[in-house]
Structures are given as C-alpha cells and as structure tokens.
C-alpha cells in the first residue's frame, strides 16, 4: 500500500531564509505527487504537482524517485508563507484517491 | 464558481444520534470524494463517487457510515450512530474526471 510520511510536524524559520518541507512516499510504481496549502481559516488548495514542473509562490518541489522524496522547498521565506502544508500521493492502482502525509505547520516569524 | 460547498460547517452530535453532511460539487464537476481528518492526522480516503454511482469505498469504515451522490442533488455522508470517536473534520472535494482535486472547507463534527 501506498504511504506519505512527513517526518516534521512543526517547522520555524525566520522571514527571508530558505525552507524546506521534507516529503517521503513508499510506492513502487509512478506516482503523482502534490502539495496542497491550508492557509488560516481557509480551505485546502492545490499548491502545486510535480507534473507541471512549477513554481507556484516561489516554491517548488522536485520527484526524485531514487529517493523516493518529493521535498517542497523555497530560497527566501515570507510571513505569508505561514500554513499547514500537506504532501498527497495519487497512484493508478488506487484510482482517483489522494493519499495524504501528517502535514507540516511552517511558521515564519519576522 | 462558488467552490465546492460543504453544510453545515460545525456539527454537534451526542452519541447514538445520526449525521448527515453535505458536499455541493464545484459546477461541472460530477466526481465527489470525502476524507476524514482525525485530530492532530492527516487526510484519510474515505470514499470516491459519481453521479449516483459509489466507484471506491475502500476507505470508509464497514459499520454506521454510508455515502451516496444522487442525480439531483448534494453528495451526503451519512453516520448513523455516532460515538466520540466519529468526531472529526470531513472534507469533500471535487473533479472534472481524474482532474485536480478541489476541496471544501470542511465540517466538523462534534460528538458529545
């Protein structure tokens, strides 16, 4: 079965310096993968998907399937950036279904 | 496009009485998903539907939890029976077939 672990809960950094959000998946197919935001008091939005390859916000995140990671990471943190951050997996066997990781808190402080 | 809409957004229960939630699709979108989110965990797969069709329910709980997607209508998740342990925040999204997946705002449920 397919799994998303993301081993930090909790991530504090100051405004302007770099971030990293640590992904691993176990599946030994091709996998998408996806991050979605949770910002304060609103909904779960796609952030970005490795498919398209994009920077979405400054971020970006690239599948290494060696590792089997799928890290979010952004040069320069801003105190907007401050969210509950989920790492999801979708897998052709499993159909449709997103698989989800615990989520990480990333706090920028000023 | 209003989003995916999700009713009520807080919920209380006390045990042994029935919920219902509700998910009203983003328009255009006849896929429907609902996931679970226990305190301090991430999202759970809990079931995937089509238009009055139940395509994946591997997630959902065996016992008091049932899901439909009429013709007309929102999706509902049903939870007959509640105990504490159901309380939760459940989420609905919605997709264009096997497209992005748009989410609701959620309902919590609250189980006294």
């Known amino acids: 079965a397919q799994r998303v672990t993301q081993p930090e809960k909790l991530l504090s950094v100051f405004k302007g310096a770099p971030v990293e959000l640590k992904c691993n998946y176990s599946y030994s197919g091709s996998p998408e993968l996806f991050w979605y935001v949770q910002y304060s008091r609103q909904r779960l939005q796609l952030l970005l998907r490795?498919?398209s390859r994009e920077s979405i916000k400054g971020f970006t995140a690239d599948l290494n399937k060696g590792e089997t990671s799928f890290h979010l990471k952004k040069p320069f943190a801003q105190e907007e950036d401050s969210a509950m951050y989920y790492c999801a997996l979708r897998t052709r066997n499993a159909g449709n279904m997103l698989t989800f990781g615990g989520g990480t808190r990333l706090m920028v402080k000023p | 496009n209003a989003g995916v809409m999700q009713n009520p957004r807080h919920l209380v229960r006390r045990r042994g009485q029935e919920a219902r939630l509700r998910c009203s699709p983003m328009?255009?979108?006849?896929?429907v998903y609902w996931y679970r989110q226990l305190p301090e965990e991430g999202l759970k797969f809990m079931v995937y539907l089509q238009k009055e069709n139940i395509i994946d329910e591997s997630g959902m709980p065996k016992e008091r939890f049932s899901a439909e997607f009429p013709k007309e209508g929102p999706s509902i998740l049903r939870i007959q029976q509640v105990v504490r342990g159901d309380s939760a925040a459940y989420f609905c999204a919605s997709s264009v077939g096997a497209d992005t997946q748009y989410f609701g705002p959620g309902t919590r449920l609250t189980v006294l």
């Open positions: 328009k255009g979108h006849s896929h």
């Open positions: 490795h498919i």
